[in-house]
């Protein structure tokens, strides 16, 4: 028995989503790369913006003494400064450097979050469909996902949020601009969730935490992502420059607190304190200095609505309907009768790969990225009209 | 209830080190930091060397494209044959960049190990003496550590060990060179520790596995550090470039698995799924592309034993008696009759600032650390003294 049974169970049922992408990678041999496809993978393609490589070099070249050694396990203080200033104009409200936590990216940053709050058997309520390595992230601090169903459109379902709270509940995780769908939820929908988690609490004597992960939030379309910590004391925003900045291979990202959250100081010692067990210790050095300076860029965003645009006209050439994306660079499409998988497989033949919808808890559905050249998708179309005919 | 329980406790009982920690930094405060000597921080001060800084600023002009992006979760294919090169020499036999995992530093690489292999209740075996943070590494995961003790130069007590196994046992953890002892465990130790070990696991049914870590093992004066990997089938180095590169904030590190460990593949696919869902991703892209072209550079370690030369002599000069360091670079004190808090205090009144030994479970013994300037060290030489005859 020589891995973790939990382990050795969990790479079982990945296998399904390891074949479809070892069989993704067996079509581009066969017929070359640019040859397929491939809506699969959220890898942004766009390189960071100039400003990324101006401070880049700059930081290179001085490489000044100490720069790589350690510092506080929550960041440099400079860098948490700079950070919230940042913070308090997306979130509405004025934060402080001690309410920020620089995090191993959003996905260490959650892992943080989930091991400082969540006791055995505690409940995190996400809504349908939703980024499955949630279920790990939770799973590994002792807490379990509690799933709802979000409404047609995929705005959040404020009355199923409510009708799932319970003494369990350490928080609820919500996601905006959303992965898979592209939806941001509404500044009045975030109003109403606040009221709901307010009044359970009174009635309970706990407080939930809002848990928002927030990578996409520069990546929004038609309309603002409204904040988060202003709108509910309890809250914690997640947030990485994986998207923003296209850095997703170097991990760095932070962890915002509430300033009005109960317990701030006891919270914020806590966060800190996991960073370091978990084994994170700290953000990336560099790159915590190198954020710090960009505090106000980001990529072409014109970039990811032009791919969409022409994403949209694929789709409605070949009768495919979708979740209108406002934000984050997915296509959210509603499988015409039937399986997804099935569809997934069925499209392969017509060298197309997308992620079936029951990878995020939705069957019946599938995600097309747009993390690809504009010419990859403009030349998708025949493929999908050819695809839907058959099916 | 706002924080999870087990870290309100662990934050409560952390008081003791953080109160120390303030009270350093208010001596610097009120004597300047070149009045106090601080030996209580392993924070490398010696700079990385000249090679880094060539390939950091090579990497910063180049800025190929992609190279912030995702990676494989197990790091870059290349990064890790070239790295299988490095860990080839070091341990004896020939390893494939297959059976390496970039991690996050090695206290990230510890976490992803535990994560893999634990089930709840499995016990890992450290030595007291020992880096504190291990116990939080393995209650992350669903273990604990079963402590015991060395023998009385802190070489590996094998017959300790060996009393201390369980059907339970799911790993032997060693650190080698040693925080805090500087000792480096001698191939015949390995040896027989191996034997120990393979021996029970034929009766037992179950083969321990033997865990390196391994930060100081570029950190060696007078004998090398020898094998792991080659000396057990079922053994998996960690390892980081914090100490061997002083890189500590930049968290890069990898893990290492012994070629013939059972069931090779699915300990490493439990490695890198691990390395995953805690959230770490990858190790962060740009270190993992430095590292790899410096396979062979460290630190000048010269710099550290004239440093150690001249704190022995200080200590000796004091009446001090401490382990001979072979490596990493601590000294390990006795303290002259009496407890270790109350020894570490009564330095302070001297602007001596160490660790009490309490803090790696060894009471009596307090640590001192030359991450300084040499001068710093000479010139605590009278404060040691006064300190001695005080006490």
Known sequence: MPIASSIREALGSASLIRKMFEEGNQLKKQYGADKVFDFSLGNPDIEPPPAFHRV?????????????????????????????????????????????????GAAGGLNVVFKA??????????????????????ANH???LVEVDTLPDFNLNIPAIQAALSEKTAA?????????????????????????????????????????????????YTVEVPPILSAYSESVVVNSYSKSLSLPGERIGYIAVSPGIQDTEAVLN????????LGFVNAPALMQRIVAELTFARVDVAVYARRRDAFKQVLDAAGITYAEPEGAFYLFCQVPQGDDLAFVEHL??????????????????VRFTYCVDEKLIHASGLAFKQALETW
């Open 172 to 220: 609820v995780l919500i996601n905006s601009p959303h992965n898979p769908t592209g939806r941001i939820y509404p500044a009045a929908t975030i109003a109403d969730l606040a009221e709901v988690l307010r009044s359970w609490g009174n009635r309970s004597g706990r407080l939930p935490y809002l848990i928002a992960d927030e990578p996409y939030r520069e990546i929004a």
């Open 348 to 365: 392969k033949q017509y060298r197309i790969l997308g992620v079936p919808g029951s990878g995020f808890g939705k069957p019946g559905w």
């Open 142 to 144: 002792g807490g379990r």
């Open 56 to 104: 880049f070099t700059k930081l290179a070249k001085e490489d000044k003494k100490g720069s790589h050694g350690y510092m506080p396990n929550a960041g440099f203080p400079e860098v948490r400064e700079a950070l919230a200033v940042k913070v308090s104009r997306e979130q509405g409200l004025t934060v402080t450097g001690s309410h920020i936590v620089m995090a191993v």
């Open 117 to 138: 709050i969540l006791n055995p058997g505690d409940e995190v309520i996400v809504s349908r469909p939703y980024f499955m390595e949630y279920k790990a992230y939770a």
């Open 270 to 277: 806590a966060l800190i304190y996991t960073t370091r067990i």
